[in-house]
């Protein structure tokens, strides 16, 4: 079965994005905890709820927007913002000490989420293959749950071995690496054919 080439770019962009998050996110409680000034249990709740207060916030009105136009350029150029931002969110990591610094972190982190959802699951969907879609999206909860599953393990090992900065620049690295990978779409994104502009209900003939 072939898979077209917007579908396997976002599952490689996804899985890398995921592993780079995915490195950290088992030490990330440790290290707001032990190295955060101020840190706590309550700190690493609190900023899991920024983040997901912000996410939520900017996703209705970039999705808003974005539904406006019939091109998908927006689409991608939303994506692309939103990938590269949550990328480097890991290197901010490095330089926090203390907890607001945390609290800015997520919060820039469910921004970037925010403008990056909404038109990832838009460009996937509308690039779905017929009669293939349940494959194609498995391999994109599969995708999700290896990356998940590697690079939480390899990322206990490395932060034991070389400290919290270092997963961080990692991690960094990689989520960078495959937010980068959605450019390789945009040729793909130009040839599609536009979204036709609903005609607004003006009810019964007379």
């Known amino acids: 079965m072939k898979i077209n080439h917007v579908i396997r770019t976002l599952v490689v962009s996804d899985f890398f994005i995921n592993s780079g998050f995915s490195i950290f996110a088992p030490v990330l409680a440790v290290f707001v905890t032990k190295q955060i000034t101020g840190g706590s249990l309550a700190v690493v709740g609190f900023a899991a709820a920024i983040f997901q207060i912000f996410k939520s916030i900017i996703q209705i009105p970039v999705a808003r927007v ?89 990322g206990g090992i490395l932060a034991q071995k070389f400290g919290f900065n270092f997963v961080f620049i990692i991690g960094g690295i990689v989520a960078v690496f495959g937010a980068l990978q959605q450019i390789r779409i945009f040729d793909d994104i130009k040839k599609k054919i536009g979204r036709v502009k609903p005609v607004p209900d003006r009810g019964p003939e007379t």
Do not use: C, R
């Open 66 to 154: 974005l539904d406006k136009t019939k091109s998908q350029n927006d689409d991608f150029y939303s994506m692309l913002f939103g990938s590269l931002i949550v990328g480097i969110v890991p290197f901010l990591y490095i330089f926090a000490t203390e907890s607001y610094h945390v609290y800015i972190i997520q919060a820039i982190y469910g921004i970037g989420a925010g403008f990056s959802i909404p038109p990832w699951f838009a460009i996937f969907s509308k690039h779905l293959d017929k009669l293939h879609e349940n494959i194609e999206w498995s391999m994109e909860s599969i995708g999700i749950g290896i990356s998940g599953a590697v690079a939480a393990a390899v």
